[in-house]
Protein backbone atom coordinates (compact mmCIF):
# COMPACT_ATOMS: atom_id res chain seq x y z
CA UNK A 1 0.00 0.00 0.00
CA UNK A 2 1.69 3.01 -1.22
CA UNK A 3 0.23 5.40 2.22
CA UNK A 4 2.21 2.57 4.00
CA UNK A 5 5.30 2.88 2.03
CA UNK A 6 4.90 7.20 2.51
CA UNK A 7 4.72 6.54 6.41
CA UNK A 8 7.44 4.23 6.28
CA UNK A 9 9.54 6.79 4.40
CA UNK A 10 8.67 9.74 6.29
CA UNK A 11 10.02 7.78 9.64
CA UNK A 12 13.11 6.72 8.50
CA UNK A 13 13.83 10.15 7.01
CA UNK A 14 12.92 11.59 10.69
CA UNK A 15 15.23 8.88 12.57
CA UNK A 16 18.05 10.07 10.12
CA UNK A 17 18.22 13.28 10.62
CA UNK A 18 17.15 13.94 7.02
CA UNK A 19 14.76 16.71 8.47
CA UNK A 20 14.63 19.01 5.22
CA UNK A 21 13.30 16.18 2.86
CA UNK A 22 11.24 15.17 5.78
CA UNK A 23 9.56 19.10 5.38
CA UNK A 24 9.56 18.43 1.45
CA UNK A 25 7.49 15.12 1.63
CA UNK A 26 5.15 17.15 4.42
CA UNK A 27 4.68 20.12 2.35
CA UNK A 28 3.70 17.46 -0.57
CA UNK A 29 1.05 15.53 1.39
CA UNK A 30 -0.66 18.01 3.10
CA UNK A 31 -3.53 18.22 1.36
CA UNK A 32 -3.55 14.67 0.72
CA UNK A 33 -3.71 14.49 4.48
CA UNK A 34 -6.39 17.07 4.90
CA UNK A 35 -8.70 15.87 2.26
CA UNK A 36 -8.61 12.38 3.56
CA UNK A 37 -9.60 13.67 7.11
CA UNK A 38 -5.36 12.61 8.39
CA UNK A 39 -4.88 15.21 10.39
CA UNK A 40 -3.52 13.31 13.52
CA UNK A 41 -0.98 11.97 11.18
CA UNK A 42 0.20 14.99 9.23
CA UNK A 43 0.57 17.10 12.50
CA UNK A 44 2.15 14.59 14.40
CA UNK A 45 4.72 13.97 11.66
CA UNK A 46 5.44 17.96 11.06
CA UNK A 47 5.46 18.66 15.09
CA UNK A 48 7.85 15.66 14.90
CA UNK A 49 10.01 17.80 12.41
CA UNK A 50 9.54 21.38 14.83
CA UNK A 51 10.75 19.29 17.80
CA UNK A 52 13.89 17.69 16.11
CA UNK A 53 15.16 20.99 14.76
CA UNK A 54 15.37 24.40 16.31
CA UNK A 55 18.02 25.33 13.56
CA UNK A 56 16.11 24.35 10.40
CA UNK A 57 16.13 26.93 7.28
CA UNK A 58 13.53 29.33 7.52
CA UNK A 59 12.10 28.04 4.40
CA UNK A 60 11.55 24.67 5.93
CA UNK A 61 10.26 25.92 9.22
CA UNK A 62 7.83 27.49 7.74
CA UNK A 63 6.47 24.84 5.59
CA UNK A 64 6.31 22.61 8.55
CA UNK A 65 4.51 25.10 10.68
CA UNK A 66 1.95 25.45 7.85
CA UNK A 67 1.22 21.54 7.42
CA UNK A 68 1.28 21.20 11.38
CA UNK A 69 -0.92 24.38 11.23
CA UNK A 70 -3.71 23.22 8.61
CA UNK A 71 -3.70 19.62 10.48
CA UNK A 72 -4.45 21.14 14.05
CA UNK A 73 -6.93 23.48 12.33
CA UNK A 74 -8.72 20.15 11.06
CA UNK A 75 -8.68 18.91 14.08
CA UNK A 76 -10.55 22.24 15.57
CA UNK A 77 -7.61 22.70 18.13
CA UNK A 78 -8.02 26.85 16.73
CA UNK A 79 -5.52 28.08 19.68
CA UNK A 80 -2.42 25.87 18.20
CA UNK A 81 -3.88 26.43 14.51
CA UNK A 82 -3.44 30.18 15.06
CA UNK A 83 0.16 30.36 16.84
CA UNK A 84 1.81 27.51 14.58
CA UNK A 85 -0.05 29.43 11.26
CA UNK A 86 0.84 33.29 12.39
CA UNK A 87 4.81 31.84 12.70
CA UNK A 88 4.80 30.50 9.66
CA UNK A 89 3.13 33.23 7.56
CA UNK A 90 5.50 35.31 9.39
CA UNK A 91 8.52 33.83 7.65
CA UNK A 92 6.87 33.24 4.76
CA UNK A 93 6.48 37.02 4.62
CA UNK A 94 9.77 37.58 5.57
CA UNK A 95 11.03 35.10 2.88
CA UNK A 96 8.63 36.84 0.26
CA UNK A 97 7.76 33.91 -0.48
CA UNK A 98 3.88 35.53 -1.65
CA UNK A 99 2.71 31.45 -2.66
CA UNK A 100 3.60 30.19 0.96
CA UNK A 101 2.27 33.09 2.60
CA UNK A 102 -1.02 32.87 0.28
CA UNK A 103 -1.09 29.06 1.70
CA UNK A 104 -1.03 30.15 5.33
CA UNK A 105 -3.68 32.82 5.19
CA UNK A 106 -5.66 30.30 3.48
CA UNK A 107 -5.50 28.38 6.15
CA UNK A 108 -5.18 30.86 8.90
CA UNK A 109 -8.76 32.22 7.30
CA UNK A 110 -10.44 28.84 7.35
CA UNK A 111 -9.47 28.01 11.08
CA UNK A 112 -10.70 31.99 11.81
CA UNK A 113 -13.94 31.23 10.33
CA UNK A 114 -14.22 28.16 11.85
CA UNK A 115 -14.44 29.81 15.22
CA UNK A 116 -16.89 32.06 14.31
CA UNK A 117 -14.44 34.91 13.97
CA UNK A 118 -16.21 35.83 10.88
CA UNK A 119 -14.56 39.45 10.03
CA UNK A 120 -10.87 38.29 10.82
CA UNK A 121 -11.90 35.05 8.55
CA UNK A 122 -12.76 37.02 5.76
CA UNK A 123 -10.34 39.51 5.62
CA UNK A 124 -7.48 36.87 5.81
CA UNK A 125 -9.56 34.63 3.06
CA UNK A 126 -9.73 37.46 0.98
CA UNK A 127 -6.14 38.53 1.44
CA UNK A 128 -5.26 34.98 0.32
CA UNK A 129 -7.26 34.84 -2.87
CA UNK A 130 -5.74 38.13 -4.13
CA UNK A 131 -1.81 36.78 -3.46
CA UNK A 132 -2.73 33.67 -5.06
CA UNK A 133 -4.29 35.56 -7.88
CA UNK A 134 -1.02 37.97 -8.08
CA UNK A 135 1.02 34.63 -8.30
CA UNK A 136 -0.86 32.82 -10.78
CA UNK A 137 -1.78 30.53 -8.43
CA UNK A 138 -5.85 29.88 -9.52
CA UNK A 139 -6.62 27.13 -8.38
CA UNK A 140 -5.67 28.28 -4.77
CA UNK A 141 -7.81 31.46 -5.23
CA UNK A 142 -10.55 29.17 -6.63
CA UNK A 143 -10.74 27.64 -3.08
CA UNK A 144 -10.41 30.55 -1.40
CA UNK A 145 -13.07 32.07 -3.32
CA UNK A 146 -15.28 28.90 -1.81
CA UNK A 147 -14.71 29.38 1.57
CA UNK A 148 -15.34 33.50 1.41
CA UNK A 149 -18.65 32.73 -0.28
CA UNK A 150 -18.83 30.40 2.57
CA UNK A 151 -18.17 32.43 5.05
CA UNK A 152 -20.73 35.31 3.41
CA UNK A 153 -23.16 32.77 3.63
CA UNK A 154 -22.54 32.77 7.47
CA UNK A 155 -23.03 36.70 7.66
CA UNK A 156 -26.68 36.19 5.07
CA UNK A 157 -25.00 38.21 2.77
CA UNK A 158 -26.38 36.23 -0.17
CA UNK A 159 -25.60 38.59 -3.08
CA UNK A 160 -21.75 38.76 -2.51
CA UNK A 161 -21.85 34.86 -0.74
CA UNK A 162 -23.27 34.23 -5.41
CA UNK A 163 -21.19 36.59 -6.61
CA UNK A 164 -17.76 35.26 -4.94
CA UNK A 165 -19.20 31.81 -5.59
CA UNK A 166 -18.83 32.58 -9.25
CA UNK A 167 -15.74 34.08 -9.24
Given amino acids: KEQ ?3 R ?5 LLAHGELTMAVRLGWSLWLFWWIRGHFI ?17 ASDRAKALFVAGTMAAGQA ?7 LLEESLGLFRKLQDKRGAAFALGSFGIAEAARKHHQRGI ?12 VGERWGAAIMFTFLAGAWLNQ ?5 AKRLAKQ
Fill in 4 to 6: DNL
Fill in 156 to 160: EDYPL
Fill in 123 to 134: TLLKEAADLFLK
Fill in 77 to 83: DSLTAES
Fill in 41 to 57: EGRRWMEEVLVKSSAMP
Fill in 8 to 12: AAMAW
